[in-house]
């Protein structure tokens, strides 16, 4: 698919302090920022925002495990790629001491990310796994009005910083959940899918009402259409159709994947790729249905396999940027340091150098769908015309700035130096 909606052409014209237009005159203009969502998890710089001089590097962190020291290398990694970062509410992790979430650390790091110019998202106010321990053995109506309480809690204390949220997470597999036992599950199975979702949207809109909420799934399956339909009969306002695609098994493939944004967007609404992965070393058997199931002591990246994952990310972006149902694209790890199952799904080895993939999705995002510092002229009336992704801009001058942004539908603008 052609990414061209993507991109706009706008007439600009330019005028100096005094409001008069710049005639016949150099200026460069320079892109700042994508539109589109361009997404990776922040886990790992939740130390580094926060000033700490130790972490817990286990495997069973809820926060990444990417090595201190590693950070700062890390964090111009990231940004140089990334406009919007995901940040971890499960509950389990959040609050492992009931009555002491860790609002402090998430707070200062969604604002550091927000700092860095980087849009934050929370994953997930409501999910069956990794809910806290504590509340498995509660009666069923005071898990409900606990689980309320966290929503509006967590979306009350964030708002303004953290601005979309999973509302809610797989769903379709919520109430026969078997793999644990939690009280989200015990649940689920009281009083059904739709209200679940209805309880997370509600309390999350009633908290934030200008929020983005995304109903969020694994199972790409008709059984999520079915719950998608549902939720919509019901009155259920979603602002975000959520599609996670890890593909430790293999890379889809363009027909497959389109075929299956094409299902969701007959729904209307955007579409978040939420979670996505792709291995640059031996891929999963094929026979595993749960991907958690599959955890080997070693799992290198190979020669071999980082030149198939540079293709596959490429191929995956350029398929998906171009359909104009989707969104945002979240890649779910930068690095192999501490990544999910400690899989070979980063854009970047342990020892912190990049891989081929990160190459060659940088040559796309900041290459390809990118206007660099470029001098344009403007014309006798001081206008000028650029052509480019939709996001923001910036024109300079003299050593004068003044921001522009290229959007759909606003085909002319005037930006004045200061």
């Not at 919007?84 to 002491?100: C, I």
């Not at 979240?330 to 081929?356: F, I």
């Amino acid at each position: 698919m052609s990414v061209d909606h993507r991109r706009v052409t706008a007439q600009v014209t330019v005028l100096d302090s005094a409001g008069n237009p710049v005639r016949d005159g150099d200026v460069t203009v320079e892109q700042q920022r994508h539109d589109f969502a361009f997404g990776n998890i922040g886990f790992d710089f939740i130390p580094l925002a926060n000033e700490e001089t130790a972490q817990d590097t286990g495997a069973d962190s809820v926060f990444g495990g990417a090595e201190l020291a590693c950070l700062p290398e890390l964090e111009t990694l990231w940004l140089e790629l990334f406009n919007t970062a995901t940040l971890p509410f499960y509950w389990r992790g959040f609050e492992p001491t009931r009555g002491k979430p860790d609002t402090r650390r998430l707070h200062r790091t969604a604002w550091w990310f927000a700092e860095h110019g980087v849009t934050v998202k929370g994953h997930p106010l409501t999910w069956h796994t990794l809910a806290p321990e504590w509340l498995t053995g509660l009666p069923v109506a005071e898990i409900e009005r606990l689980q309320r309480e966290r929503i509006r809690r967590e979306v009350t204390d964030f708002s303004g910083v953290v601005d979309t949220w999973d509302a809610i997470n797989e769903v379709v597999i919520m109430p026969v959940f078997t793999a644990e036992e939690n009280g989200i599950t015990r649940l689920a199975q009281s009083i059904g899918r739709v209200p679940m979702v209805r309880l997370a949207f509600e309390e999350a809109r009633a908290s934030n009402p200008s929020a983005t909420l995304i109903l969020n799934d694994f199972d790409l399956s008709s059984d999520y259409e079915a719950l998608i339909e549902g939720v919509l009969e019901a009155g259920i306002t979603v602002d975000a159709i959520g599609l996670q695609t890890h593909m430790h098994q293999g890379y889809w493939g363009e027909e497959t994947m389109l075929a299956t944004v094409d299902r969701f967007a007959r729904f209307g609404l955007p579409l978040h790729l939420t979670e996505t992965t792709l291995l640059s070393g031996d891929l999963m058997p094929p026979e595993i249905v749960d991907l958690n199931d599959y955890q080997i002591p070693s799992w290198p990246s190979t020669p071999e396999g980082e030149a198939r994952q540079a293709d596959e990310i490429v191929r995956h972006y350029r398929s998906l940027v171009g359909h104009p149902a989707v969104q945002a694209i979240t890649y779910w790890g930068l690095t192999d340091d501490g990544a999910w199952l400690g899989a070979p799904g980063g854009l970047v080895r342990t020892d912190g150098t990049p891989k081929p993939s990160f190459d060659a999705l940088r040559s796309l995002i900041k290459g390809e769908w990118w206007l660099p510092r470029t001098t344009m002229r403007t014309d006798q009336d001081g206008r000028l015309s650029i052509t480019g992704f939709l996001g923001d801009y910036v024109i300079e001058r003299d050593g004068q700035s003044a921001p522009v942004s290229l959007s759909r539908g606003r085909e002319t603008a005037t930006v004045r130096f200061r």
